[in-house]
């Protein structure tokens, strides 16, 4: 069983990468990719981990790219983290991370919330910062009563702490992820609220640059959206991944494997390295 998408403390989720890989273990996955955003630091912790567990681990990362004023993330699986590319692509990254969470520690001091930024990095600690921090720290300030909340008034997609500017484009977090030898796959298409018609223009840009996978499943979801994904992946000769995005363990539709098998119809993303 297959989850290509998760998350540890070194981004947004709460697990260390070696409790990640003992609950995926639990959970009855036999191959995991954990894909932290924009960073590589908890791989090898995962890698040490899945030698004592008996699972496999591959290295993977989830990059923030924009793409037409759209935030799209792309999720590099079976990289190599070592690879100079790789390593620059994470540094700056991590540059663009820290230069955002300036800014959206600007706008929500103008909007009359002083001091996000301080509280959103004590959140962060040593994890690569994120909106999730910020979010923490709204409710945790008493600003908004849940995170949920705290992205549909300040930081969801157009509100006054959405900073996209700083991230690359589609193809250059693609090459990235060639240049490192990964796959490159579209994450959670869904999440985008695009037409069909804008998508495929995204699949497009995509498959030109190299990218080769989507996801077609992305945690719980209908058999309708999964018939759907599963169609335009084919139309457009792209291979078909799988995954939770699991960030935290209270949360069923992100559970670590707690997701239908990929449709047969589809060439799953592995035939690409086994
Ligand atoms: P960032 O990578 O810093 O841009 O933050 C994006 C992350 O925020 C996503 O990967 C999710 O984990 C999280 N997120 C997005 N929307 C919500 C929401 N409505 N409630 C809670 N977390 C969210
Ligand atoms: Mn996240
Ligand atoms: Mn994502
Ligand atoms: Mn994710």
Redesign the pocket.
Known sequence: MHDLHTHSLCS?GILRPQALVSRAKMQGVTVLALTD?DTVVGLEEAREAAQVEGIQVLSGIEF?CLWNGI?IHIVGLNIDPEHPEMQAAVARQGESRENRAIQIGEKLAKAGIPGALEGARAKAGDAVI???HF?QYLVESGRVSS??AA??KYL?AGKVGDVKQVWPSVPVAVEWILAAGGVAVIAHPDKYKMTRTKLGRLIDDFTEAGGQAMEVISGYQTPDLTRNLAQIANKHGLYASCGSDF?VPDQPWQELGNFSALPPECRPVWELWS
């Open positions: 947004d955003h923030s935030g994120g909106r999730p979010a995170m949920n992205f549909k969801g960030h």
